[in-house]
């Protein structure tokens, strides 16, 4: 079984750019968790959503960041404009319902010059 | 906010000892994770639990809800086991994990 996809795994970009990061869920998971990774602050909630809907946004940095998920199957993550201390791995997660264990995609290295 | 306490920070251990790693945090949870993070960067659950003990292979996790406290146990560790251990409660409330700032585990050949 496919497990939880992100894209790209790796982006560098300048300061300014809008950052677009892609993750699909494991099918028929229906909760979907954004987290960021860094060494100073380690693992944190961004967001997350159950059926689509968006529970809980309180770990969403400032309205530089965004993020949908338009259907089961597909989620993204929106930084406009990114700053450099948005660099940081951001892994997405999923499990069957909210509660249960989370399987863990392999991130996306994110580096902002 | 849950305070999520982890130790040790970093343990090396020799091929075949037996390690525990301890997680304490300040607020009542419905559930606590441990998660692995290979020095590649992938995670993996391990267990998620609510009370007593699970195991699983050569790992046990034990929870005592009461004293806000688990450990994470491998026995006859194996330097495949190197890795970052995370302890992650899970919120009374609602489902956000909380998350320690993990044990960096070596075990030398």
């Known amino acids: 079984d496919a497990g939880v996809i992100q894209s790209p795994r790796h982006e560098v970009t300048e300061m300014g750019q809008e950052v677009t990061l892609r993750c699909k869920p494991i099918s028929g998971h229906n909760s979907l968790f954004w987290y960021r990774q860094t060494m100073m602050r380690g693992l944190e909630l961004l967001i997350y959503f159950n059926n689509n809907v968006p529970i809980d946004d309180s770990g969403m940095p400032e309205d530089r960041f965004s993020a949908k998920m338009p259907n089961a199957s597909f989620s993204t993550l929106k930084i406009q404009p990114s700053e450099p201390r948005d660099s940081a791995v951001y892994f997405c997660?999923?499990?069957?319902?909210?509660?249960?264990?989370?399987?863990f995609g392999d991130g996306t290295r994110l580096s902002i010059l | 906010k849950n305070e999520v306490e982890q130790s040790p920070q970093n343990l090396t251990a020799q091929e075949g000892e037996f390690i525990t790693i301890n997680c304490s945090y300040s607020v009542g949870i419905s559930a606590l994770h441990w998660l692995q993070q290979h020095p590649g960067g992938g995670i993996v659950s391990l267990f998620m639990l609510s009370s007593g003990k699970k195991k699983h292979g050569r790992l046990i996790a034990t929870i005592n809800i009461q004293e806000k406290h688990s450990s994470l146990h491998i026995t006859a560790s194996h330097p495949r086991d190197s890795a970052v251990y995370i302890c992650?409660?899970?919120?009374?409330?609602?489902?956000?994990?909380?998350f320690g700032k993990g044990t960096l585990l070596t075990v030398n050949p």
């Open positions: 997660a999923s499990s069957h319902e909210e509660g249960q264990p989370q399987h």
């Open positions: 992650a409660p899970e919120g009374g409330s609602n489902y956000k994990l909380t």
